[in-house]
Each structure stands twice: as C-alpha cells, then as structure tokens.
C-alpha cells in the first residue's frame, strides 16, 4: 500500500527528515486562526482522490511552539485526521512525538480532571490505526488507546550526541527521586558503571513552587542532568546550581521534550548550564537531536 506523510504545522522540520528517511512523499498544510480565535486547517491537495486508498501517516506534535499553543496543535491533529479519513485514506497513522497534557495524569487535588485521560480518549474515537508517540511522561495513560501503539525512547540517540562531544568521567543526576529509574536506563546508554544519583525534591501542589536539596559528590565530572521534559526549567536550573555547588565541571541540561517556555533558556544558563539539548519532538533553537531517523525505523517496520 502507498504510503503518504502529512506534515502538520507543529512538525514541519521532523516531518520532513522523517519523509526524507523512508523515501516517500509529503503534504504540508494550510493553516490560521481566525479573529475568533478558531482554527482552520487544509490539507494542501487539489485533488482529494491522491488520499484514497492511501497509508496516510500524519505527524503533528501537540506541544507550544513558534506557530501556537498546544490546544490549537491538538485540534490540527484532530483536523487532519478527520480530513484523510474523510478522503478515504485505507489507514491512519499518526506520529504525536510530544503529547501535550500528559503531564495531568492523576488527581492530586479535589475537584482536579486527569486530562490525560480524555485527550487519549478522543483521540482513540477518531478510529485510528496506529498511534505513535515519543517518551511519554506517563506511559501507563496509552492503555486507553485501542489500536497499535509504541512509545519511542529517545534515551540512547540523546546519550550518543552527548558522546559525540568527547566528554569523560560522567555522571548522570536525576533531578527528584521520582525519576530515579528513568536516570538509571539513561545511563546505562554511557556504559554499565556509569553513577546515578539524586537530589531530594518537594513541590507544593497548589502553588508549584518547589525546593530542593543535596550536596552530591560531583566534583571534577561531567554531569548529565536528563528528564523527559524541560518547560519553565525551574526544576533543571535548580538542580544545575547544586550541581555546580557540588563541584561538577560540565553541566548538560537534557530532555526529550525541551519546551523553553517562558524564560526556561535564562534561567537554565544562569544556573551554570554549558549546554541545552532537546529533540526534534519540540522546533526550536534547542533542538539539537532528530528524532526523524529513529521514528522512521519504527515506520518502516510497520
């Protein structure tokens, strides 16, 4: 069956390398918002019957970004789907590297909604075939899809850049207790001795303000500080500066999912952070490894 990517407006540049890598064609998108406020998406065809029939992979991610916030993306990708499904297409795959709303997975406060749940759901009701997404923050919420699904890890890509900048004596520190595991198969991506260790971590659930402690012995090494995602950076920049203070010598500020919002890039710097690496799941400046040809291998394995 043929295949056909569709490149949504939040992953023109992934969507693009992720085309390049299988050798198949693309459409982009026409996309604007209208003075109130309601979003309107093309898929940039004139003749509708080039979808039907076709393997239709669409690749938006849902994250805030330079053409929007995440709830716009989230209708696009609502948008395109129905489009392709209206046209024909034979199957629907859908590639949301960063799912927004992850995050909001559990009830921490009375009265709260555990979104994560509903976004899956409506998602699932678009009838899809597959659904692919990359390191997400709760993977246990992808059990309300039905159709095939796989989460990538982008651990190993993102430690083999890291490598490829000759750094030694590193250690991996995971920036809460709570991420312990996840630093842990980091690391193993540096060889199987590399140290993990923690800072202690408390948040107040209703103001978000957290505090951190520890005094790591980090003196002289290169330390990797990974999560799965960076938006404000208040958490990393913290966690950078007791690096620092605990004598560390190169700090990497790392995730899968580098949001930058609001002053994230100034906070993280000024913490003592000498480099920002994010993936490709989020295009902006931080953006320094693709995740195009590992999706692809997935893809092309389909």
């Known amino acids: 069956m043929e295949k056909i990517i569709i490149v949504g407006p939040a992953s023109q540049m992934l969507g693009v390398n992720i085309a390049k890598e299988l050798d198949i064609e693309t459409i982009n998108t026409e996309f604007k918002t209208f003075p109130d406020g309601e979003n309107y998406l093309r898929i940039n065809i004139e003749d509708e019957t080039i979808i039907e029939g076709k393997d239709v992979i669409i690749i938006q991610s849902t994250g805030p970004n330079f053409c929007g916030n995440q709830n716009s993306r989230l209708i696009e990708l609502i948008m395109m789907v129905d489009s392709v499904k209206r046209m024909g297409a034979s199957k629907i795959t859908i590639v949301v590297p960063y799912l927004a709303y992850a995050r909001q997975d559990k009830v921490f406060r009375p009265g709260e ?87 202690e971590k408390t948040r107040n659930v209703k103001t978000g303000e957290i505090i951190m402690t520890g005094n790591l012995s980090l003196k002289n090494k290169d330390v990797v500080i990974a999560d799965d995602i960076i938006a404000t950076g208040g958490t990393m920049a913290t966690a950078i500066r007791l690096s620092k203070e605990s004598g560390a010598k190169k700090v990497f500020a790392v995730a899968t999912h580098a949001l930058m919002l609001q002053h994230a890039k100034y906070r993280i710097l000024k913490a003592g952070a000498d480099y920002i690496i994010g993936t490709d799941s989020i295009d902006n400046e931080v953006a320094k490894v693709s995740l195009a040809k590992t999706i692809a291998d997935y893809l092309k394995f389909d």
């Open 113 to 199: 909604c555990p979104f994560a749940h509903v976004i899956l759901h409506m998602i699932n009701s678009l009838g899809i075939d597959e659904f692919y997404t990359c390191d997400v923050h709760a993977p246990e919420i992808l059990d309300n899809l039905t159709c095939k699904t796989i989460n990538i890890d982008s651990m190993k890509i993102l430690a083999d850049y890291i490598k490829s900048l000759s750094e030694k004596d590193i250690v991996v520190v995971s920036p809460d207790k709570g991420a312990v595991e996840r630093s842990k198969a980091f690391a193993k991506h540096f060889g199987e001795h590399i140290p993990v260790d923690y800072f």
